[in-house]
Nanobody, 125 residues
């Protein structure tokens, strides 16, 4: 079965860091844009960061620039989201999603071929 499997997340204090992982199972992440989305309670889902597994180009939402980093390890078929300087406003369920054959950007949700199961990130004040 082809799917994205997420790990990481949890509870952290303001100013802390967390790393999320997104493993591709059943297919190779060799030419995909992988985007991290998040959805806070009562809010729409928003894209926060993307990476191309082909050329390592990246895209970040303004709200996370300078605090979040995205990387890929093609040998492990995994994309990571490193989140630093976290604040309560970053509390959300985080999802990874993958769309094939494009550079790093934010695409409409219906364009994505695969979605992870989501993982909760809670930042306490």
């Amino acid at each position: 079965e082809e799917r994205l499997v997420q790990s990481g997340g949890g509870v952290v204090q303001t100013g802390g860091s967390l790393r999320l992982s997104c493993l591709a199972s059943g297919f190779i992440l060799d030419d995909y844009c992988v985007t991290w989305f998040r959805q806070a309670p009562g809010k729409e889902r928003e894209g926060v960061a993307s990476i191309s597994t082909r050329d390592a180009s990246t895209w970040f939402a303004d709200s996370v620039k300078g605090r979040f980093a995205v990387s890929s390890d093609n040998a492990k078929n995994t994309v990571y989201l490193q989140m630093n300087k976290l604040s309560p406003e970053d509390t959300a369920i985080y999802y990874c999603a993958a769309v094939s054959g494009v550079s790093a950007d934010l695409f409409v949700e219906s364009d994505y071929d695969y979605w992870g199961q989501g993982t909760q990130v809670t930042v306490s004040s």
